[in-house]
């Protein structure tokens, strides 16, 4: 049984730097089979799509966050992370860890539980 | 970018009703889309993939359908387990986008 878990702050300081890391058990990111996500969730509002990394580094980012955002992956320790630089409080909210397949259209399978990480002096 | 537009926002229903929640596309996705139900405080469930394959242990009530741009979420026989947000997300192209979700809510 896959399992991913998001881990790091949970409150982060205006202009600072969010830090997450998303540990996968059960599974490899090392697969080529599969592509690694964060997805968020500000409090009362809907999901949106933050980034995406392949296990050999090849990333994906929302626009709206191109400048500010870093997906990682550490093969070694099967693990991903983001780093979302120049926070501030409309970047609270739930994030969340997923994975999708790369060669179907399945979309997102499996999902963290989520860590949720408040914005605030 | 593929816009996901999500109606209705919200929807009032009773145990037993049907209701059908709709997902357009901006531009043809074929049928590269998901189902999701998300619960306050929990990670969303994948309830349908490739706009109407069902994810298995999900209840046959659940049913998804279209392809192209319109595409539609139904629940068969409203349960009080199924009062939830509901998300599409589309997979064709990056960025990956969602809808703006369908809150469930009981009459």
């Known amino acids: 049984q896959l399992l991913l878990q998001e881990s790091g702050p949970g409150l982060v300081k205006p202009s600072e730097t969010l830090s997450l890391t998303c540990t996968v058990s059960g599974g490899s990111v090392n697969s080529g089979l599969y592509y690694w996500d964060w997805i968020r969730q500000p409090p009362g509002k809907g999901l949106s799509w933050v980034g995406t990394?392949?296990?050999?580094?090849?990333?994906y980012y929302n626009p709206s966050l191109k400048r500010r955002v870093t997906i990682s992956v550490d093969t070694s320790k099967n693990r991903f992370s983001l780093q979302l630089t120049s926070v501030t409080a409309a970047d609270t909210g739930l994030y969340f860890c997923?994975?999708?397949?790369?060669?179907?259209?399945?979309?997102?399978?499996?999902w963290g539980q989520g860590a949720l990480v408040t914005v605030s002096a | 970018d593929i816009q996901m537009t999500q109606s209705p926002s919200s929807l009032s229903g009773s145990v037993g009703d049907r209701v059908t929640i709709t997902c357009r596309a901006s531009h043809g996705i074929k049928n590269d889309l998901g189902w999701y139900q998300q619960k306050p405080g929990k990670a969303p469930k994948r309830l349908i993939y490739a706009a109407s394959s069902l994810q298995t242990g999900v209840p046959s009530r659940f049913s998804g359908s279209g392809s192209g741009t319109e595409f539609t979420l139904t629940i068969t026989g409203l349960q009080p387990e199924d009062f939830a947000a509901y998300y599409c997300v589309q997979h064709n192209s990056y960025p990956l986008t969602f809808g703006g979700g369908t809150k469930v809510e009981m009459k």
């Open positions: 990394i392949y296990y050999s580094g090849s990333t």
């Open positions: 997923a994975r999708h397949p790369r060669y179907s259209n399945s979309g997102f399978d499996y």
